[in-house]
């Protein structure tokens, strides 16, 4: 040691002693990274978690929102209303659906619908079995037709029961009393553009009403319709282009030329020149 000392070198101690300074900086170091580690393995574990409790809670959400709607669904379904749109009654076709004239409506009703609900209509429906009937609160022949022939006329426009069926059977019914002809005729130039308005609707029943409405005018009056039957053969040649309507057009064509006479005929062909006449 003395040796050592007088030569200036360190003692063996000094080694030792770097070594040991050496060691322990090394194991703080890994301490060091370990607790790093620790850290984010515990900040994984933290998203994780996060993550799984977001899954968890939607997935409760989602059950909640089937639940809710499992349970409106089955309470719709379960109703009488919802039964019977699902399996329909064969009654209900006999006994369609029948609007109410005194309950609030979507859209401002009709002027028949106005008169009707107002007792305008000296009629009302009886439903039948099998067929429905009118029944007049007075005998038809004492009736005026003026205005009822036109307003029933009007209703011919008509879609909601039963608004279509007492329009048509009235305004039939109402042509087969007596003296129909002399009461009929001066109303022709008010009637016809109301005819013209059924034959020009776009709804296919609504111009079938108006093409027998018009046959059965053309039966009561006769030639007196020859003068108006220009303003309506125009709709009809437009119809004839559709297969399903030439032959009942057709039909209603032969009968005006049939109770208009020979001059009827003239007037047809101006309109509709591919029209054969009935006695050709």
Same mark, same amino acid.
């Given at each position: 040691?003395?040796?050592?000392?007088?030569?200036g070198?360190?003692?063996?101690?000094?080694?030792?002693?770097?070594?040991d300074?050496g060691?322990? *900086?090394?194991?703080?170091?890994?301490?060091?990274?370990?607790?790093?580690?620790?850290?984010?393995?515990?900040?994984?574990?933290n998203?994780?978690?996060?993550?799984?409790?977001?899954?968890?809670?939607?997935?409760?959400q989602?059950?909640?929102r089937?639940a809710?709607?499992?349970?409106?669904?089955?309470?719709?379904?379960?109703?009488?209303?919802?039964?019977?749109?699902l399996?329909?009654r064969?009654?209900?076709?006999?006994?369609?659906?029948?609007?109410n004239?005194?309950?609030?409506q979507?859209?401002?009703?009709s002027a028949?619908?106005?008169?009707?609900s107002?007792?305008?209509?000296?009629c009302?429906?009886v439903?039948?079995?099998?067929?429905?009937?009118l029944?007049?609160?007075?005998?038809? *022949?004492?009736l005026p037709?003026?205005?009822?022939l036109?307003?029933l006329?009007?209703?011919?426009?008509?879609?909601?029961?039963?608004?279509?069926?007492?329009?048509?059977?009235?305004?039939r019914?109402?042509?087969?009393v007596?003296?129909?002809?002399e009461?009929a005729?001066?109303?022709?130039?008010?009637?016809i553009?109301?005819?013209?308005?059924?034959?020009?609707?776009l709804d296919?029943?609504?111009?079938?009403?108006?093409l027998?409405?018009?046959?059965?005018?053309?039966?009561v009056?006769?030639?007196?319709?020859?003068?108006?039957?220009?303003?309506?053969?125009t709709?009809?040649?437009?119809?004839l282009?559709?297969?399903?309507?030439k032959?009942?057009?057709?039909?209603?064509?032969?009968?005006?030329?049939?109770?208009?006479?020979?001059?009827?005929?003239?007037?047809?062909?101006?309109?509709?020149?591919?029209?054969?006449?009935?006695?050709?």
């Open positions: 040691m003395l040796a050592q000392r007088a030569l070198k360190s003692p063996t101690w000094g080694g030792g002693w770097c070594a300074r060691g322990r *900086e090394a194991r703080s170091k890994r301490e060091a990274m370990q607790k790093s580690e620790c850290h984010r393995s515990v900040q994984l574990r998203r994780v978690t996060d993550n799984c409790d977001q899954r968890t809670s939607s997935s409760v989602i059950k909640h089937t809710v709607q499992q349970r409106k669904s089955s309470s719709s379904t379960s109703s009488p209303e919802s039964a019977r749109k399996h329909p064969p009654s209900d076709k006999l006994n369609p659906k029948t609007i004239p005194f309950g609030e979507s859209r401002a009703p028949f619908a106005a008169i009707y107002k007792g305008g209509v000296p009302r429906l439903h039948g079995s099998v067929n429905h009937r029944q007049w609160e007075c005998p038809p *022949e004492k037709f003026d205005p009822l036109i307003t006329a009007e209703g011919l426009r008509e879609t909601k029961h039963p608004y279509p069926f007492v329009s048509k059977e009235g305004f019914e109402l042509l087969l007596t003296g129909a002809l009461k005729v001066p109303l022709l130039p008010r009637l553009p109301v005819l013209k308005a059924a034959l020009v609707h296919d029943e609504v111009f079938e009403r108006g027998n409405a018009l046959v059965q005018l053309s039966v009056v006769g030639p007196s319709l020859n003068d108006h039957l220009k303003h309506l053969l709709s009809l040649s437009r119809r282009r559709d297969k399903k309507f032959e009942p057009i057709t039909t209603a064509l032969q009968k005006l030329e049939q109770n208009g006479g020979s001059g009827s005929l003239t007037i047809i062909k101006s309109k509709i020149p591919t029209y054969c006449s009935i006695y050709c």
